[in-house]
């Protein structure tokens, strides 16, 4: 079992991550102050493959488990599901000794830690992550959403887990498309925090694409690690955490302009990390080798790197200058000057972004 901590002064947890270990989650929880009964969240698929395995476990250690599932897909992640979901625990006569365990990937993840933060002001929570996504960032830092139609993760909060169980065997059913994917966010960490990381993600590419569990695991707890690292500097994004948002600015204009079903997350912020380097190679920051590495390391995964050929740029353009990452209408964008090392809040003019995106 490997583990690391989230260092947050008493809003601390321990992330663990092995193989295996679903079955375990019951005992584990009777190291935490909690009542005895306890909600699963989840989704019909994901509950159809480990549901079972993790209501024996909490019975077998004395605990009460009550399940709530929502139908599968961003489109539940919403207000509405969430307040079915607090009906179901008030009806059910959930108190605030009782915790909520987040079975599933991110949208899962994200609204249960959001019913988790208001109902009755809060209550404990934790995160079973099952897809590569939601074990390497959505199930780590706190960052609590909910959808409105007028925007994405519009209605949040920051409310810490008590604790992040993965168990990298559930990414055996996960579709290698959502593996592919997640692995984005992977390459990432290499490019913000950590050379070796990458290198070190480079140099096992085929163990990793293999899913071999040794070199998952360990990739896991490097990204879960710098993750844990910048949110335990800043919490709240004022401005370290930003540096997580590479590749974003660019992504989110991508997603939003192909409605959210031509790719995945993953597969937009990979693009959108490429031309965000693209973007620091014009500026005279980044040089070109690192931009082809970052380029290259992408593609070998098998993630997109070219923006779609009938992209309108000035519908992206405007997309971008309204992206909620931007203070009074400034565009500011984090990229690296160097694989390993970020610049951060970066004011960037129209016409850089324009160059870019016509390259
Ligand atoms: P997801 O939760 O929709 O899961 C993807 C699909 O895989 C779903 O159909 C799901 O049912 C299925 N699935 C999950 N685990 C499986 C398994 N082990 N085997 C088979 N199928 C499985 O998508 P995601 O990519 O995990 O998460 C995306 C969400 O995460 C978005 O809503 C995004 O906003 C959020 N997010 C939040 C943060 C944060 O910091 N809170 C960070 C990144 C992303
Ligand atoms: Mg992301």
Same mark, same amino acid.
């Given at each position: 079992? +490997? ?9 601390s947890y ?29 989704? =019909? ?22 399940v709530v ?8 992640? $919403? ?30 993840? $994200? ?82 925090? $950590? ?5 070190l993600l ?26 844990? +690292? ?61 931009? +082809? ?14 923006? =779609? ?51």
């Amino acid at each position: 079992m +490997e583990k690391l901590r989230v260092e947050l002064g008493e809003r601390s947890y321990e992330v663990l991550i092995d193989r295996g270990n679903i079955p375990l989650i019951g005992e584990r929880l009777l190291r935490f102050s909690i009542g005895k009964k306890v909600a699963l969240i989840s989704n =019909p698929k994901i509950f159809e493959l480990y549901g079972e395995k993790v209501t024996s476990s909490l019975k077998k250690e004395g605990f009460d488990p009550y399940v709530v599932l929502i139908p599968d897909g961003e489109l539940y992640k $919403d207000y509405f599901w969430a307040y079915h979901i607090i009906t179901r625990l008030l009806e059910s006569g959930f108190d605030r000794k009782s915790c909520l365990i987040a079975l599933g990937g991110g949208v899962i993840g $994200d609204i249960t830690g959001f019913v988790a933060s208001i109902y009755m002001r809060g209550i404990p929570y934790i995160q079973i992550p099952t897809t590569l996504l939601a074990q390497v960032d959505s199930s780590v830092g706190g960052k609590t959403a909910v959808n409105h139609p007028l925007g994405k993760n519009m209605i949040g909060s920051f409310w810490q887990p008590s604790l992040v169980w993965i168990d990298v065997d559930t990414l055996d059913t996960l579709p290698e498309r959502e593996f592919i994917s997640g692995l984005a966010e992977v390459i990432k960490y290499g490019i913000i925090w $950590d050379n070796e990381f990458f290198e070190l993600l480079d140099k096992n590419k085929e163990k990793i694409l293999r899913k071999e569990k040794e070199i998952l695991i360990q990739i896991i707890k490097r990204a879960c690690e710098i993750k844990a +690292e910048v949110v335990s500097k800043d919490e709240r994004e004022s401005s370290l955490r930003a540096i997580l948002n590479y590749g974003h600015t660019i992504g989110h204009a991508i997603e939003t302009l192909t409605g959210y079903s031509s790719y995945l997350h993953g597969e937009a912020i990979s693009i959108g990390m490429v031309y965000e380097a693209k973007l620091s190679s014009i500026l005279g920051f980044l040089d070109r080798e690192s931009l +082809e590495r970052i380029k290259n390391i992408l593609k070998n995964f098998g993630l997109p790197i070219n923006l =779609p050929l009938n992209m309108d740029f000035s519908a992206m353009i405007k997309t971008i200058l309204l992206d909620k990452k931007n203070i009074e209408g400034k565009l500011r964008m984090v990229f690296p000057e160097a694989i390993g090392k970020m610049k951060i809040n970066f004011e960037i003019s129209e016409e850089d972004l324009k160059k870019v995106l016509n390259e």
